[in-house]
């Protein structure tokens, strides 16, 4: 086995352990110490999370984050929105690298153009230089989202309702009013562009290319899940999400009385009633 993969067999065996439960943070596996040859690796613990920051040659951790004692408690409060959707506990892994180019030489990708944290085998990786230009309120909607991710995964599942309940989750204490949170959208709308379907893949391309219309297909899939929890509740949603994964999106919503079709139109009123 490559040290390469050994490392990523290490870190995502982190996953389970992020989400037994249980009062410690999460436990540090092995090979998660030396992700950057050269440099020196520091680890901070919360009350229930694991950061890990790697120092630079010019001694700074993750360009303008700032402290891996404040990130711990970003994690710690990230870890308890999702706990708070989910009904169990969740423990978070942050790794906080040094540049963007670093992340996504750890996401495994070319580039994070427009992404402020990506979820990464049992983890969530913070962009920093995107991160630092947050506001608090983006900072956690950003972790919690991430955190989501990692907590209940995206496989079998359609863009739009992973992403969608991640923001959900993410957005639900955050204390924004939906015009604010989905601005983008908003100004569409108002100028009578109401979408037409639920955002697919290409419209998710983090590539830098458009990101407006990035922001609104997180937009618009964020209020497909926010109308289904106004009107079928919460822990609807969250039924809905896992039965989705296990035996398709089709049957979890016929299980509401609706398909792809129903969806989409009553998504579609609800976008406009709340953004016009």
């Known amino acids: 086995m490559s040290e390469q993969v050994s490392r990523r067999a290490a870190v ?16 540090l596996p092995p090979g998660i110490l030396d992700l950057w040859p050269g440099g020196r690796t520091v680890v901070r613990r919360g009350g229930r999370s694991v950061v890990v920051g790697h120092v630079s040659h010019v001694g700074h951790v993750g360009q303008g984050t700032g402290s891996l004692d404040e990130m711990a408690r970003l994690a710690d409060r990230a870890g308890l929105r999702v706990s708070a959707v989910l009904g169990r506990p969740v423990r978070p892994l942050v790794v906080v690298p040094d540049s963007a180019r670093e992340a996504a ?7 994070l153009d427009g992404l402020a944290a990506v979820a990464d085998r049992g983890r969530v990786i913070v962009v920093p230089e995107l991160f630092a230009t947050l506001n608090p309120t983006g900072r956690d909607v950003v972790l919690a989202h991430e ?8 496989d079998h599942l359609p863009v739009w309702l992973y992403e969608g309940f991640a923001d959900y989750v993410g957005y639900r204490d955050a204390g924004l009013p939906v015009a604010t949170a989905a ?38 899939a964020w209020l497909a899940c926010r109308f289904l929890a106004d009107r079928f509740g919460e822990g609807t949603l969250v039924r ?34 709340q953004l016009v």
Do not use: K
């Open 12 to 27: 995502a065996g982190l996953l389970l352990l992020a989400l037994a439960g249980g009062p410690e943070p999460p436990v």
């Open 105 to 111: 030489r750890l996401a495994g990708v070319e580039r």
């Open 147 to 154: 955190l989501t991710h990692v907590a209940v995964g995206t």
């Open 183 to 220: 601005a983008e959208l908003a100004a569409e709308v108002r100028a009578g562009r109401l979408p037409d379907v639920l955002p697919g893949p290409a419209a998710f391309a983090a590539d830098g290319r458009d990101p407006d219309r990035l922001a609104r297909a997180y937009q618009e």
């Open 240 to 273: 809905l999400y896992r039965e989705a994964q296990a035996a398709g999106l089709d049957r979890a919503l016929a299980s509401l009385g609706l398909s792809v079709a129903t969806l989409t139109a009553r998504w579609r009123e609800y976008v406009r009633d």
